[in-house]
């Protein structure tokens, strides 16, 4: 057996031990194809905000669209995609918050190039509020920007990001909760 054989042979053998035991706490996508947010909260003092999330574009709607014609007000961004099902789960939260929420709702539409799904997701849960296409805007988010659907960022009412939620949102008064806080803030 050749050297190289016989560490490949003996490899396998090394690694079980690790594998069983389950040394690793990083869990898998499952059939997903892409990592779940974990419902967790961070909320950013308005001493440690960065600066202004600038983001411009066109909604679905095909009108253009400046997230800076919104400062003085909270904004709620939602990043989804049609093809989300987490998306989907929180869809209805997001919708009756928007109508009950003291903030602008924006919707920010990600990775997702079926438009037609887009327009039919929104239909369906009645969201009224507008959806940006992302042309690469998640990166206004800094250091903040999603890996995945849906996130939820609560902008305080100088723009900056003052909350962000990584997975679906399941309590629009978590999410009122925050609004109040980052109208608070200044």
């Known amino acids: 057996m050749t050297r190289r054989r016989r560490a490949t042979?003996?490899?396998p053998?090394?690694?079980?031990?690790?594998?069983?035991?389950?040394c690793s706490g990083l869990q898998g996508t499952d059939d997903a194809n892409f990592t779940f947010g974990d419902g967790s909260i961070a909320?950013?003092?308005?001493?440690?905000?960065?600066?202004?999330?600038?983001?411009?574009g066109t909604s679905l709607d095909e009108?253009?669209?400046?997230l800076a014609d919104l400062r003085g007000q909270v904004v709620v961004l939602n990043v989804w995609a049609s093809w989300c099902n987490p998306c989907r789960?929180?869809?209805?939260?997001?919708?009756?918050?928007?109508?009950?929420?003291?903030?602008?709702?924006?919707?920010?539409?990600?990775?997702?190039?079926?438009?037609?799904?887009?327009?039919?997701?929104?239909?369906?849960f009645g969201?009224?509020?507008?959806?940006i296409l992302d042309e690469g805007q998640v990166l206004a988010l800094g250091?903040?920007?999603?890996?995945?659907?849906?996130?939820?960022?609560?902008l305080d009412k100088q723009g900056r990001v003052a909350a962000v939620i990584s997975g679906a949102l399941t309590s629009g008064v978590?999410?009122?909760?925050?609004v109040t806080e980052a109208a608070s803030d200044g």
């Open 89 to 124: 789960d929180e869809a209805p939260v997001l919708d009756a918050a928007s109508q009950e929420v003291d903030a602008a709702f924006v919707g920010l539409l990600f990775k997702d190039e079926n438009l037609g799904a887009a327009e039919a997701f929104e239909r369906e």
């Open 63 to 66: 009108e253009p669209f400046d």
């Open 43 to 56: 909320e950013i003092p308005a001493s440690d905000r960065e600066k202004p999330v600038e983001m411009t």
């Open 143 to 154: 250091r903040y920007a999603p890996t995945s659907p849906p996130s939820t960022y609560v």
């Open 174 to 178: 978590t999410l009122e909760d925050l």
């Open 13 to 22: 053998l090394l690694l079980a031990p690790l594998l069983l035991s389950g």
């Open 127 to 131: 969201i009224d509020y507008p959806t």
């Open 9 to 11: 042979a003996v490899l």
